[in-house]
């Protein structure tokens, strides 16, 4: 991993070896504890932007529709520890222009919804909206993880105006079903309880719940259409 500058406080540089000590004064340590509170607040902002706008589609479907097709809405902006976790898992510089630049979801929202569609309808009532810029979408429904995990991903940037102008914050927001969510909450649990080192058996395991979750949702989704006699739409393919 290479080393934030002397002069970065944002993140203080790692000792070459295990055994060498790294001294920093208090007055340090606060600055720097500062400079990330300063880093992480146009996010925090940015996500207060994403939020509103999703709870406003929701607030409109509970008050003028015959359906809501949220079902929850969970937010979160990176804490110090996980953002320097990451910094290391992907071996960039410590500085913030590097961790600006390559990673882009400090911020992030996840919209839960009833139905595999809702998933997908929810994605182009956000998006097609004018102050929203679609950075990049991973589209993990149609296209699995090879662990059977299931989201739809999209990195979007929406304008937030400071004192000092505006600034463009990307925001990760991810959309899935409640089977689907409810699958990588227990993955994660596993995964975390394992150390990551999860046996084969629990594998093959985790893989097959997710496919009996993908017959659960398609089963209630088909209930679904046949109760309100709504059309199978077609397969989508998202593209930037």
Not at 128 to 150: F, L, M, R, T, W
Request: hydrophobic content about 40%; overall charge negative.
């Amino acid at each position: 991993m290479s080393h934030a500058p002397a002069t970065d406080p944002a993140i203080p540089p790692f000792p070459e070896h295990p055994s060498d000590e790294v001294t920093v004064s208090l007055s340090q340590l606060r600055a720097a504890r500062d400079e990330v509170q300063r880093f992480l607040l146009p996010y925090q902002f940015g996500l207060k932007e994403i939020e509103t706008k999703v709870e406003i589609l929701r607030d409109e479907f509970l008050q003028l529709h015959e359906y809501n097709p949220i079902e929850h809405i969970s937010s979160r902006v990176k804490s110090a520890d996980s953002l320097v976790a990451k910094v290391g898992r992907k071996g960039i510089d410590g500085d913030f222009d590097s961790i600006r630049t390559h990673i882009t979801d400090i911020a992030g929202i996840r919209v839960t919804c009833s139905f595999v569609a809702d998933t997908y309808r929810l994605f182009d009532l956000l998006t097609q909206q004018d102050d929203i810029e679609v950075h990049s979408v991973k589209d993990y429904i149609a296209d699995p993880k090879p662990n059977g995990y299931k989201s739809l991903h999209a990195i979007v940037r929406v304008p937030v105006f400071l004192s000092t102008g505006r600034v463009d914050v990307p925001v990760e927001v991810q959309f899935r079903t409640i089977a689907m969510d409810f699958w990588a909450s227990l993955e994660h649990k596993i995964y975390y309880k394992f150390d990551r080192q999860v046996p084969e058996t629990l594998l093959a395991e985790l893989k097959d719940a997710a496919a009996s979750a993908s017959e659960l949702d398609e089963r209630m989704q088909r209930l679904h259409r046949q109760v309100h006699g709504i059309r199978p739409a077609s397969p989508r393919t998202l593209e930037v």
